[in-house]
């Protein structure tokens, strides 16, 4: 059974993971209306990605004892400026969501929760992974600058970097 508090905390997880879903879906959106296919493709798997690492948490809370709630979510912004500015935008939103793990974490240890704690330990191991792929893209894009040949084969690129941590959110 689920504390209050564990509850509470997971709960405010469901809403960030859902809202970086929207983030990247808004992120997905946006590069397609600039053409860049492979940046759109690789958004639209990221959005996807956090669908699912949202649902895991709705079902483990659940599963628990506890009540998912499904709550309102923050409009993602309409346009990202330039895709430099989109990909530091990820990266600084993967960091944000490192730290709300690592203070889950930090609670479940508080709370003596210790079936909670395993649980999160995929998502510590998500993280480590989504904070180095964030940091290689924008390494990347960091080099090309303004340059439209180095953003033509960036997006290329982009196209052929799979996402690696696909999970089912059963499994
Ligand atoms: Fe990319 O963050 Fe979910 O966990």
């Known amino acids: 059974?689920?504390?209050?508090?564990?509850?509470?905390a997971?709960?405010?997880?469901?809403?960030?993971?859902?809202?970086?879903?929207?983030?990247?879906?808004?992120?997905?959106?946006?590069?397609?209306?600039q053409g860049f296919e492979g940046v759109a493709a690789f958004m639209y798997a990221h959005s996807d990605e956090e669908r699912m690492?949202?649902?895991?948490?709705?079902?483990f809370v659940n599963e628990r004892g506890g009540h998912a709630k499904?709550?309102?979510l923050?409009?993602?912004?309409?346009?990202?400026?330039?895709?430099?500015?989109?990909?530091?935008?990820?990266f600084d939103h993967e960091v944000m969501v490192s730290a709300s793990i690592n203070e889950l974490v930090h609670i479940?240890?508080?709370?003596?929760?210790?079936?909670t704690h395993n649980f999160l330990q995929w998502y510590v191991a998500?993280?480590?992974?989504?904070e180095a792929l964030a940091r290689t893209i924008l390494d990347k894009i960091n080099l090309i600058g303004d340059d439209k040949g180095g953003?033509?084969?960036?997006?290329?690129?982009?196209?052929?970097?799979?996402?690696?941590?696909?999970?089912?959110?059963?499994?």
Do not use: C
Not at 74 to 90: C, D, H, N, R, V
């Open 74 to 90: 923050k409009a993602p912004p309409i346009s990202f400026g330039s895709f430099k500015e989109m990909f530091q935008t990820l």
């Open 151 to 171: 953003l033509y084969l960036f997006d290329n690129d982009v196209k052929l970097l799979t996402v690696t941590s696909s999970v089912d959110p059963n499994a």
């Open 70 to 72: 499904i709550a309102t």
């Open 108 to 115: 479940s240890l508080q709370e003596r929760d210790y079936a």
């Open 10 to 33: 997971l709960n405010s997880q469901i809403t960030i993971e859902a809202e970086s879903s929207q983030v990247y879906l808004a992120m997905a959106s946006w590069a397609e209306t």
């Open 1 to 8: 059974m689920l504390s209050k508090e564990i509850e509470k």
């Open 53 to 59: 690492h949202m649902l895991k948490l709705v079902k």
């Open 126 to 130: 998500e993280q480590i992974e989504e």
